[in-house]
């Protein structure tokens, strides 16, 4: 009797769980069934983008898929110029951007060296953006771009990539100088390297975007930082300093070229064979250049 009374029970308890457990299944279609449901809702209210807001939105994006400016979200535009997509000058402004960084990134795989990128970079879309390059104002929306694009990646804390936008903004700064200003005969190395490579040194990094955007957004950013030592870098590839690099205030330009640095005399002298060519082809070009001040002072 007892026996019986047992598997009595182990019945019904068998049978309660096999109903709990339909209970959970069903409970489940009618789950999924709503998300399904709900999901289908929300595709048919989501409107169709627009052409133009959606070539914008693959327009405005650089290196590794981030963006230049999404206006709607920044609270501000650290000095960013307007752009206008339906404008052809601004669309092509916009899409020399994002082909120099990519061109610089993708020459950073096979090259460490930051100035060898940075010409990579610049051969690699002379002929496409030609425009682009012999243009003032073109070339300072770009920059303006890549200003806004490195403040906002800096105050969401890539650095990494704040540093590399910084390496192409004095860049493209130094070619104005050079091609449009006429005020610069060579690229100063030593300034393009210590933004590139010194990645400890946040002083310099965010002291460059903070003296060229007109907001106050990197303030307090600066104030955190600014105690921070200042480093350089020593153009031996030899330099007895981890990764050549040291504190800036320790080295020295050379005296001819004034385009790079070294830690010591030893390592010039050391240095001396490989940078001769640069070096002498520098003096060359910056006796020229005084030479034509000088005529066009006199005339």
């Known amino acids: ?10 019945r019904r308890a068998a049978k309660a769980k096999a109903r709990a457990r339909e209970a959970a299944e069903e409970e489940e279609r009618n789950y999924q069934t709503t998300n399904d449901n709900d999901n289908e809702r929300q595709e048919q209210q989501v409107p169709e983008p627009e052409p133009e807001a959606e070539a914008q939105s693959s327009q405005l994006q650089i290196g590794n898929d981030a963006p230049i400016a999404d206006n709607d979200a920044l609270t501000c535009r650290h000095g960013l110029i307007p752009l206008s997509l339906s ?4 669309k092509t402004c916009t899409e020399f951007v994002i082909a120099l960084k990519k061109s610089y990134y993708e020459a950073g795989k096979n090259d460490p060296r930051p100035a060898s990128c940075l010409i990579d970079a610049e051969n690699s879309t002379k002929v ?3 425009e682009v390059w012999k243009d003032t104002a073109m070339m300072e929306l770009a920059m303006s771009c890549f200003l806004c694009f490195g403040t906002e990646t800096m105050l969401n804390g890539d650095h990494y990539c704040a540093r590399e936008t910084a390496t192409l903004t004095r860049y493209l700064e130094q070619r104005i100088a050079m091609e449009l200003h006429k005020t610069q005969v060579v690229i100063n190395l030593a300034k393009i390297e210590e933004l590139a490579l010194c990645s400890s040194d946040d002083h310099t990094l965010v002291k460059f975007y903070r003296r060229r955007i007109p907001c106050s957004c990197l303030e307090k950013k600066y104030e955190e930082v ?12 030899q330099c007895p300093f981890p990764d050549g690099m040291l504190e800036r205030s320790l080295t020295m330009y050379c005296s001819r070229c004034r385009s790079v640095t070294y830690c010591s005399l030893e390592c010039q002298k050391d240095q001396w064979t490989n ?25």
């Open 226 to 237: 600014k105690s921070v030592a200042k480093i350089g870098v020593c153009f031996n590839t």
């Open 128 to 130: 496409e953006f030609a």
């Open 275 to 299: 940078h001769r060519e640069y070096c002498d082809s520098c003096v060359v070009l910056k006796a020229e250049f005084e030479a034509k001040q000088q005529q066009q002072q006199q005339s």
């Open 1 to 10: 009797m007892g026996r019986k009374r047992n598997q009595g029970k182990a």
């Open 87 to 90: 404008l052809p000058a601004d």
